[in-house]
């Protein structure tokens, strides 16, 4: 039989804190966000961000951190007792089932993404890249997309080190990384943002970021945005709601999710004012597709003093956001596949690190064998772009309108008010009717109107 909380809690706040922002913090803020926001010009789509991180992300990351902490055990059964608990049917452990699967498709492309970080940090601290020219070192960005061997070859050692992470334990291992990681990633990027400063066009990156220009603020911009805020925040699929089932049974969600998301929202604003500056100082305009990381800075990193060095450093900044976030989109499956009794940690890890890894080879091949193979079953694009785009923009807003609807919905008022204790009452009314209305409803009009235009096109 599952004991409730059989795996006990952390004994500080604090270990809470650092494992979801280390969650939170990731590719998404650093390799993601500056892309997209190039992709829709800009400002408009700064905007629109902060707008649904507060509208949408933060009340649900309230509802799914709560939902973690009641239940106290992983995602899928813990959604199971919270849903009984409130007389209503053990079928809601379903969304955590779709998050697991969810977590292995993200798992499987964010893998090589974060294996591309890697090879980047050896690639500029050789100084390859100085004085090259942006077509010079698009090329070179071009012959590792070519070069399935070494995409796979990165993709395995950072299959590894994520394994490795989570099969030393819940607190042994991702906690400790978070807690080892953070304080690192926060100065490497101060670092950057002074060297932005110094060296960059800092009031160009500026301008491209906050100038406000209305008529770029196109239906389009919306969609990508909110699609985003779920990416950024680990919501919809169970992550934080594993998290939760650590955190202090006393400790205030509100206030600590509120600490989370805006570390997280400044981090990715922070990293945007640091490239841009550095893009624009070199008078390349910001590439808008996910090359921005790999191809524009490189090139500036390779025409700027202490370049080399600099951008090195960029780069492990990437690879370990990554690593922290990586560990947190495995956990859910992994804390499932142990209370089942039949795996230990370290099976249960080898056993979904291993289809990750699998199912990611399906992205690796997408950049070259398989670049052309855009099927209408895939919504013509490639593997890499179908995962992405069924991720970011069905399944984890999907999960979280589910969870909206468990929790603003059919949970009882007695036992939310009873997780929210530690917070200060006044809020309650303003989040329950955020929950309740605002985010699922803002979430089911961005994805059927999402899922509309890519079925139209
Ligand atoms: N938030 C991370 C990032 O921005 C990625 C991530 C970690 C994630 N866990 C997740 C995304 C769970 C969705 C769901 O890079």
Not at 130 to 150: D, R
Not at 162 to 189: D, E, I
Not at 312 to 329: D, G, P, R
Not at 339 to 345: A, D, K, N, P, W
Request: proline fraction near 4%; hydrophobic fraction near 55%.
């Amino acid at each position: 039989m599952l004991e409730r909380g059989m795996h006990g809690q952390w004994n500080s706040n604090l270990t809470f804190l650092l494992t979801a922002t280390g969650s939170a913090i990731g590719l998404g803020n650093i390799w993601k966000f500056p892309y997209i926001t190039g992709e829709y010009g800009g400002s408009a789509f700064v905007l629109m961000y902060l707008v649904c991180i507060a509208l949408v992300g933060l009340p649900i990351m309230v509802a799914e951190t709560l939902l973690g902490r009641r239940g106290r055990l992983s995602p899928i059964n813990g959604l199971r007792h919270v849903a009984l608990e409130s007389g209503r049917s053990a079928r809601w452990q379903a969304v955590g089932y779709l998050g697991v699967m969810t977590g292995l498709l993200i798992l499987s492309f964010y893998t090589v993404i974060a294996g591309w970080a890697m090879r980047y940090v050896w690639t500029t601290l050789s100084g390859a890249f100085s004085g090259q020219s942006a077509q010079q070192v698009g090329e070179h960005f071009n012959q590792l997309l070519q070069n399935p061997g070494a995409m796979v070859f990165w993709h395995s050692v950072f299959s590894v080190m994520t394994a490795g992470v989570v099969m030393a334990g819940v607190t042994k291992g991702l906690a400790l990384v978070s807690r080892w990681m953070m304080p690192f990633l926060f100065a490497a990027l101060l670092l950057l943002l002074i060297y932005a400063a110094w060296a960059g066009d800092f009031a160009r990156g500026f301008a491209f970021m906050f100038h406000f220009e209305p008529e770029k603020l196109t239906a389009k911009a919306v969609l990508a945005a909110l699609g985003h805020s779920f990416f950024t925040l680990s919501l919809g699929m169970g992550a934080i709601m594993a998290y939760g089932a650590y955190m202090p049974a006393q400790a205030p969600i509100g206030k600590t999710i509120v600490w989370v998301a805006s570390l997280d929202t400044l981090v990715a604003l922070v990293v945007g004012l640091a490239i841009f500056p550095i893009v624009f100082a070199v008078g390349i305009a910001p590439n808008s597709g996910p090359g921005l990381l790999f191809v524009s800075l490189p090139v500036a990193f390779g025409a700027m003093p202490l370049g080399a060095l600099v951008g090195s450093l960029f780069f492990m900044l990437v690879a370990v956001a990554a690593w922290s976030s990586a560990v947190s989109i495995i956990e859910p499956g992994v804390a499932w596949l142990v209370e089942s009794g039949r795996f230990s940690r370290f099976s249960a890890t080898l056993a979904l690190a291993l289809s990750a890894w699998a199912l990611g080879l399906l992205t690796v091949l997408s950049f070259n064998h398989l670049a052309d193979f855009k099927p209408a079953w895939l919504l013509h694009r490639t593997f890499f772009d179908f995962f992405d785009l069924l991720t970011a923009q069905v399944l984890l807003p999907l999960g979280g309108v589910l969870m909206c609807v468990l929790v603003g919905w059919l949970m009882q008022k007695r036992v939310l008010l009873d997780e929210l204790e530690g917070d200060a009452s006044r809020w309650f009314p303003l989040w329950r009717f955020l929950v309740r209305f605002v985010s699922p409803l803002l979430v089911i009009w961005v994805m059927s109107a999402t899922l509309m235009e890519s079925l139209g096109k």
